[in-house]
């Protein structure tokens, strides 16, 4: 599609000084503090620990995604297929045995379809250089058209209780999935930002040429991109399914542009090579304490959709005129 | 006129191969289907797939020109929803209102193109973003417009779904008609081919003075406009608007324009290629009924149709 020279080429401000300028990069942990701080003084029930518990065990799902869509935007890409991969892997956990014995076949079989939808669009984007919008649009059709073939529109079964307590209980308040998505956004973080391959993908995001230029294997790297992509969001699925709780063929619906938007507000640019986990993460949060807020303040839930665009929007352009 | 047309269809046919692929498969389909059922050789049955392609034609007209400039618009389907829905909403049963209200809601949608159009030059924004951020305000709206089937519309209302001109829908020959006058629009005129000049390398375009932001305006308002003429046959067709009428086109609009030949990177393809790729999918989604095909295989076989064409057409290295 379009690449974005256009937002490089327009006129250069010089560079912004100041405490404005030094601030600029944490703009985002700023302005999540800033809204959480808002929030608490309209809503005393905002800050309650019940609401906060809440907010993070709806956090984890998002913030897994997120944390393998960092990756392939940061490719140059972008994954639609997540919420079809997450739903997949919840039909699966559901429409098993729903007894514990067989949650390590769940967890193998929904990774195993995650990480085939990865690869089938890895392959797509690099060997048949298809755009990974197109790409990942069409997995994510299929795959839905095999999830009702499979179901024949009614999934039925039981979420196993080890995915109940895992996607909605807690432990002294603290949520189990979220403990799942530290341990899992530490990992990545370190594969990411510390890595050997970490920094092929920022160097084959940030400019294909120079990366084969420096002997890296651009399209292994890209296809290993997806593959985390797809693999975290079987596994997200199977987390949601637990906190949902009961069979639905769209588990998931709406996460492929909700990782989307977290990401582009974390700072990760889709035109590639720049961007961290830890910006996404604070993208998500973003995106649930809006979420939560709008519902709270007793404003109607289609705010929060209103407000989700304008916030896409407004994030996006900050960032173009950022990286100017 | 006809020479022109056929002037024009020739060249673009040469340009694009995408056109010959597209065209051969559906003359591939008609006899696969032919051979396989009596019932699909009626001439009901092909005015029932014409009438089924409509509204995904008049839509994927309007995409077909924002990917012709490298862009995309991912806020076509909330659009098509809340046109439809203030459609029958503001008709409500009373024909007197029938003009006002669907002249109004060709100028809403040309305004919500436009205002996607500014916000893409102003911002300089990808306009993924811009129109998935656009996308989801409208549909917000819509929602609180109504959340469930708004008004009705009176029965002269539904003659411009239903209605006929010597046996052929009238909604067929419309789509006919307007492909024809954009294809010769962006064939022949100055500002159409400024589209493929942004679209091809929008760098260039401007370095040379083109005028850039005329084009997206264009393009953009015109996709706008294209989903205001959607969502007013459908409310006619269906009777009543609803808040999710467009939920699937914002998707299923872009897999006619690829597998008609017309590439996400922009620069390449053309209406014809989307036409055909418009009767393709109604064509084949037809005869997969007619083969007794669930309609979650109709899924995959879309899904597959995607992939199949973008494998053959290889586009230039792109970002998104």
Redesign the interface.
């Known amino acids: 599609m379009v690449d974005l020279s256009h937002a490089k080429s327009a006129e250069l401000t010089g560079p912004t000084a100041g405490i404005a300028g030094r601030l600029a990069p944490y703009a985002l942990p700023i302005f999540l503090v800033l809204m959480i701080i808002v929030a608490g003084i309209i809503s005393p029930a905002f800050l309650s620990a019940n609401n906060i518990s809440n907010m993070l065990l709806q956090a984890a799902p998002l913030g897994i995604v997120v944390i393998g869509q960092a990756f392939v935007i940061i490719l140059r890409g972008l994954d639609l297929s997540v919420s079809s991969v997450m739903a997949t892997a919840a039909v699966i956990a559901t429409g098993f045995s729903g007894q514990n014995a067989d949650v390590v076949p769940i967890l193998l079989i929904a990774v195993g379809i995650g990480v085939a939808t990865g690869l089938v669009n890895g392959l797509l984007v690099t060997k048949r250089s298809v755009s990974p919008f197109l790409a990942t649009l069409a997995t994510m059709i299929v795959l839905q058209g095999i999830r009702f073939a499979y179901t024949q529109g009614a999934p039925s079964g039981n979420v196993p209780p080890f995915f109940r307590t895992l996607g909605s209980a807690t432990w002294y308040g603290i949520p189990y999935n979220l403990m799942l998505l530290v341990v899992l956004g530490v990992i990545f973080w370190i594969l990411l930002a510390k890595s050997r391959f970490g920094r092929e993908v920022y160097i084959t995001g940030g400019n294909p040429t120079t990366a084969r230029l420096l002997g890296i294997n651009a399209d292994r790297v890209t296809i290993i991109g997806y593959i985390i992509s797809g693999g975290l969001a079987a596994i997200a699925g199977l987390v949601l399914s637990g906190y949902v709780g009961i069979v639905d063929n769209w588990v998931g619906r709406g996460f492929e542009l909700d990782s989307i938007v977290a990401a582009v507000m974390g700072g990760i640019s889709l035109a590639g090579g720049r961007g961290g986990i830890v910006g996404g993460l604070f993208g998500a949060a973003v995106l649930i304490v809006v979420f939560n807020a709008v519902l709270l303040f007793g404003l109607p839930v289609q705010f929060q959709i209103i407000i989700k665009g304008i916030v896409i929007v407004a994030a996006a352009a900050f960032y173009v005129r950022r990286t100017q | 006129m006809s020479t022109l047309v056929s002037a024009g269809m020739a060249r673009s046919i040469r340009k694009n191969q995408g056109v010959i692929i597209v065209f051969a498969l559906l003359v591939a389909l008609l006899v696969f289907g032919a051979v396989i059922s009596d019932r699909f050789r009626t001439t009901n049955n092909v005015l029932n797939i014409l009438e089924q392609s409509t509204g995904l034609a008049l839509v994927s007209l309007g995409q077909t020109l924002t990917?012709l400039?490298?862009?995309?618009d991912l806020s076509v389907g909330s659009t098509i929803s809340l046109l439809s829905t203030l459609t029958s909403g503001l008709i409500n049963g009373d024909a007197s209102m029938i003009a006002p209200v669907i002249v109004g809601i060709l100028l809403l949608g040309l305004v919500i193109g436009l205002i996607n159009g500014l916000?893409i030059i102003w911002?300089?924004?990808?306009?993924?973003?811009?129109t998935?951020?656009?996308?989801?305000?409208?549909?917000?709206?819509v929602?609180?417009y109504s959340l469930g089937p708004a008004g009705k519309v009176p029965k002269g209302f539904t003659f411009l779904a239903y209605g006929k001109f010597l046996g052929i829908p009238l909604g067929a020959i419309f789509v006919v008609v307007i492909f024809a006058l954009v294809g010769l629009f962006i064939t022949y005129f100055r500002l159409g081919r400024y589209i493929y000049a942004v679209?091809d390398d929008?760098?260039g375009a401007?370095l040379m003075g083109l005028p850039r932001a005329k084009v997206i305006l264009t393009v953009y308002g015109f996709c706008g406009f294209c989903c205001a003429l959607t969502a007013i046959y459908l409310t006619a067709r269906f009777g009543v608007g609803q808040p999710y009428t467009g939920l699937n086109y914002t998707?299923t609009s872009?897999t006619p324009v690829?597998v008609g030949g017309t590439l996400?990177?922009?620069g390449k393809g053309g209406v014809l290629g989307t036409l055909l790729g418009v009767y393709l999918i109604s064509l084949l989604n037809n005869v997969l009924n007619f083969m007794d095909i669930?309609?979650?295989?109709?899924?995959?076989?879309?899904?597959?149709i995607?992939?199949a064409a973008?494998?053959i057409y290889?586009?230039?290295?792109?970002?998104?």
């Open positions: 990917i400039t490298g862009g995309i916000l911002l300089k924004v990808h306009p993924l973003i811009v998935l951020g656009t996308g989801t305000v409208l549909q917000g709206l929602l609180l679209g929008d760098a401007r998707l872009i690829v996400l990177s922009g669930s309609t979650h295989y109709q899924l995959i076989a879309q899904g597959l995607v992939i973008v494998s290889v586009e230039k290295r792109k970002r998104i």
